[in-house]
T-cell receptor
Framework: GENVEQHPSTLSVQEGDSAVIKCTYS??????FPWYKQELGKRPQLIID?????GEKKDQRIAVTLNKTAKHFSLHITETQPEDSAVYFC?????????????FGDGTTLTVKP | DTEVTQTPKHLVMGMTNKKSLKCEQH?????MYWYKQKAKKPPELMFV???????INESVPSRFSPECPNSSLLNLHLHALQPEDSALYLC????????????FGSGTRLTVV
């Protein structure tokens, strides 16, 4: 089955700096890569995703890049703010016409210091 | 309505009890999921329903029994649980056709005593 590795497990940055979280996956059939943000005591929320036919996607301060050949994808957050502090999970999935099953990385705890 | 609603939010049950967790969405999503999450760990898949049919069961013990009565509802029936089953149980749904990202419910925090 799919195996997703996520690094680093913890990341601390100063407000205004950039943060980068990296994930690798093992199954070449995976074609969908979402990122979820989970604040303490709350539900995971989808913040950005990318499909395998796209190399990069951006949404305001958040961007995701995908390298299918190397089987890795990354989350980039620019101009970080204290409210970006949370646990971030990457995931990999393979979709066709039926539901797949997202395999999650172990998570990165991001702390943004004011 | 862009939410997944889970009830109850908290549940304490004894090892001989029977209880059910409920999940509801009205976004027209045709895939629904049960995930289990332990503290400081990622969500761990339990079951997937696709078009109201069970499509994935991740070798979950039979003391957990899912049910999908219709396209908006998902239940998880619990019986004879163990203390190690204490966790946050998350329901999620996804569209399947237009996008695949999950919308998670707030979860049920389950404690087995």
């Amino acid at each position: 089955g799919e195996n997703v590795e996520q690094h680093p497990s913890t990341l601390s940055v100063q407000e205004g700096d950039s943060a980068v979280i990296k994930c690798t996956y093992s199954d070449s059939a995976s074609n969908y890569f979402p990122w979820y943000k989970q604040e303490l005591g709350k539900r995971p929320q989808l913040i950005i995703d990318i499909r395998s036919n796209v190399g990069e996607k951006k949404d305001q301060r958040i961007a995701v890049t995908l390298n299918k050949t190397a089987k890795h994808f990354s989350l980039h957050i620019t101009e970080t703010q204290p409210e970006d502090s949370a646990v971030y999970f990457c995931a990999a999935d393979s979709y066709n016409t039926n539901a797949g099953k997202s395999t999650f990385g172990d998570g990165t705890t991001l702390t943004v210091k004011p | 309505d862009t939410e997944v609603t889970q009830t109850p939010k908290h549940l304490v049950m004894g090892m001989t009890n029977k209880k059910s967790l409920k999940c509801e969405q009205h976004m027209g999503h045709r895939a629904m999921y049960w995930y289990k999450q332990k503290a400081k760990k990622p969500p761990e898949l339990m079951f997937v329903y696709s078009y109201e049919k069970l499509s994935i069961n991740e070798s979950v013990p039979s003391r957990f029994s899912p049910e999908c009565p219709n396209s908006s509802l998902l239940n998880l029936h619990l019986h004879a649980l163990q203390p190690e089953d204490s966790a946050l149980y998350l329901c999620a749904s996804s569209h399947l056709v237009y996008d695949y990202g999950y919308t998670f419910g707030s979860g049920t925090r389950l404690t087995v005593v």
